[in-house]
């Protein structure tokens, strides 16, 4: 589990880094700024809990579990945020990287419901975490 929260975490990050070059072509270009800087703190995160991951006392179902929520979590901040840069969408629930630009309802759908996903996602992870430390 280690070595793989190490590759999830600096493939993320690698994706951070090259989602910096892409901000000014997207048509949001805050949000872009919001998406490389998502992609590139969560590779860290995951690279540190893969640092931490020795120090956890937790079955392996729970061990699965934990790297499932918190990869998805991860990658799904940065696609939605890169996605709400691409289709200027987001307005629910990030309105000042939003700003004045709306999508169609089914692209801020799409956003919003990887949004709320994901925040259910870390917020359990993390719990999960806690309690193994």
Known sequence: MQTLLFTLGLVLFLIGLLTGFAGPVLK??????????????????????????????????????????????????????LLAAAWGAGHRLAPIATGSHQASAAKEGVVTFLFLSLAAAIVAGVVVIIVGL
């Open 28 to 81: 949001n270009p805050r949000m872009a700024l919001s998406s490389h800087l998502e992609a590139v703190l969560n590779g860290m995160f995951l690279v540190l809990l893969g640092l931490l991951w020795p120090h956890l006392h937790l079955p392996h179902a729970w061990q699965v579990t934990v790297v499932v929520l918190v990869a998805y979590a991860a990658y799904a901040n940065w696609l939605a945020t």
